[in-house]
Nanobody
């Protein structure tokens, strides 16, 4: 299954963006879909995850209350609604598929390409 992320762009602080990650095939109910972000030279940072079958969500403390992860099982797509964006949210955002909502990127075995989010102050 290939993952295709899109929706990044340039936005002012306080603004919003919605990222999408579409899977080329079916995502099984036992899967977990997640968003990570990465700055050049830094490790990937967990942002949010969702259990595909039941829709349980998990968030990093840094985005809790501002970001919302959701999914469309019919379209095999996971979303990340980002509100109240801050300059420190600037990063390349990547979607990933795994089997457990881990914060460790090594737990995920299927990655999409990134989409760049730039938040200006």
């Amino acid at each position: 299954v290939q993952l295709q992320a899109c929706g990044g762009g340039l936005v002012q602080a306080g603004g919003s963006l919605r990222l999408s990650c579409a899977a080329s095939g079916r995502i099984y109910s036992s899967s977990v879909m997640a968003w990570f972000r990465q700055d050049p030279g830094k490790e990937r940072e967990f942002v949010a995850a969702i259990r595909w079958g039941v829709g349980l969500t998990y968030y990093a403390d840094s985005v809790k209350g501002r970001f919302t992860i959701s999914r469309s099982t019919a379209e095999n797509t996971v979303y990340l609604q980002m509100n109240s964006l801050k300059p420190e949210d600037t990063a390349t955002y990547l979607c990933a598929r795994g089997t457990s909502p881990e914060k460790n990127s090594g737990a995920y075995y299927n990655w999409g390409q990134g989409t760049l989010v730039t938040v200006s102050s």
